[in-house]
C-alpha cells in the first residue's frame, strides 16, 4: 500500500463537500475521524455502504467520532444521489459531508487507490485528533465493508488509546469482554495499572506473556 500509512499524517488538503469547503486538518481537530472513499456515485456497493454508514451515524457521535464521506464524482452529483442511499437503507441520513473528487486528484494524495486496478478503491482511515492514520482498510471496488467491524476496530482504537496503549484487544474483542496486557508492561507495572487484578494463562512455554484483564 504506497503512499501514507499508520503514523502517518494526512496531507492538509483542501476540499469540496456536501456540507461546505474546508482544510482537512480543520475537520479532524479534537476528535477522531472515520474517512472512507468510494469508487463512484450512483453505483451498487457504494449505496449500501452509505446508507449503512448513515443508519451508524449516531453511534459514531455517541463516541465523539466524525464521519467523512469521500466518492469520486462532483457535488451536484454526490447531493442527487444522497436520496436513493436514504431511499435503499431504512432508517438512514447521510448526516456526514462527502467529498467531491472527480478528478480523482484527491484519493492518490490520501492513498485510497486500488493498486491492482490502478483506480479508486474502498479505502477507509481512521484519523486521531493529531490527525495521523491510526488504522488503514483497503478494498477493492467488488467488496463492500462491514461497518460492524469499523465500529469494533474504533472501539479498539479507543480502549487502547484511552489506557495509553498499555493494553491491547484480542480476537474478535467487542467493548466490555476482557483485554490483553500490552507485552511492553511489566507484571509489576501491570499490578499498579489494573489493582483489580489480572489472570495470566497458564501455556505450554509457561512463558507468561499472555495476561488478562477486566477493564470494564
Ligand atoms: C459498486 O459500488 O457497486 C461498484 C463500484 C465500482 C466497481 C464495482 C462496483
Known sequence: MPGITLGDTV??????????????????????????????D??????TELGAMGKYAHEFEQRGVKLLGLSCDDIQSHKDWIPDIEAFTPGSKVTYPIIADPNK??????NMIDPIENGPSRALHVVGPDCKIKLSFLYPSTTGRNMDEV??????????????????????????EPVVISPAVSDEEAKKLFPQGFKTAKLPSKKGYLRVADVS
Open 11 to 40: 496531507p492538509n488538503l483542501e476540499v469540496e463537500t456536501t456540507h461546505k469547503n474546508f482544510k482537512l486538518h480543520d475537520y479532524f481537530a479534537d476528535s477522531w475521524t472515520v474517512l472512507f472513499s468510494h469508487p463512484g
Open 42 to 47: 450512483f453505483t451498487p456497493v457504494c449505496t
Open 105 to 110: 486528484e484527491i484519493i492518490p494524495q490520501l
Open 151 to 176: 465500529l469494533r476496530a474504533l472501539d479498539s482504537l479507543l480502549m487502547a488509546a484511552k489506557h495509553k496503549n498499555k493494553i491491547a484487544t484480542p480476537v474478535n474483542w467487542k467493548p466490555d
